[in-house]
């Protein structure tokens, strides 16, 4: 997915949803930042999207513009509608969100920022995830000192945090 594409979903997302505010927390989130995203992070032609103020309306636009809908045979992407509590993102990330408004819109994109992306990907630690998180590292996108420190503030559980803290460690010193 390019930032044309989600630029796209959040357009229609705020549409559908009938919200202004629509909050993007999966991996596609790294294009709000403005600098040179690795190819392989964009890998995913979905983006995880929730209404800001009404979370509950994005089963209304999974079902709109979501897996498997006419919007992604057209576009050959989609959203995927998640609620707040899918990415497990630091306490305060909302204070460092990047936003943005898509062209032709009134919506505004709410994205953690990419050290906050990281945390939530680490503590997921899914294969996808870490290879994820070892790009965006390589490049320069991600401070370890900073994700390490976050993850004290995420609600995962304390054995979680620990095993993120050590994929974070290997990841850094490769």
Not at 10 to 16: C, D, F, G, S
Not at 65 to 90: N, Q
Not at 133 to 144: C, I, K, M, T, Y
Request: proline residues 7%; glycine residues 6%; negative net charge.
């Amino acid at each position: 997915m390019n930032r044309q594409q989600l630029e796209h979903v959040v357009r229609a997302a705020a549409e559908i949803a009938g919200e202004g505010e629509i909050v993007v927390v999966g991996s596609q989130a790294i294009l709000a930042c403005d600098r040179p995203i690795p190819p392989d992070m964009l890998r995913s032609m979905e983006a995880d999207v929730y209404p800001r103020n009404h979370p509950e309306r994005a089963d209304i636009i999974d079902g709109a513009i979501g897996p498997g809908s006419i919007f992604e045979e057209s576009f050959g992407y989609h959203a995927d509608g998640v609620g707040p509590e899918t990415a497990k993102l630091p306490a305060d990330w909302w204070a460092r969100a990047l936003r943005f408004t898509p062209t032709n819109s009134h919506a505004v994109a709410i994205c953690p920022e990419p050290n906050d992306l990281a945390v939530a990907k680490l503590v997921s630690g899914r294969e996808k995830d870490l290879d994820w998180v070892q790009s965006g590292l390589r490049a320069g996108l991600f401070d370890p000192d900073t994700i390490h420190r976050r993850l004290d503030t995420t609600a995962a559980p304390t054995t979680t945090v620990t095993q993120a803290r050590k994929r974070l460690r290997a990841m850094a010193q490769s």
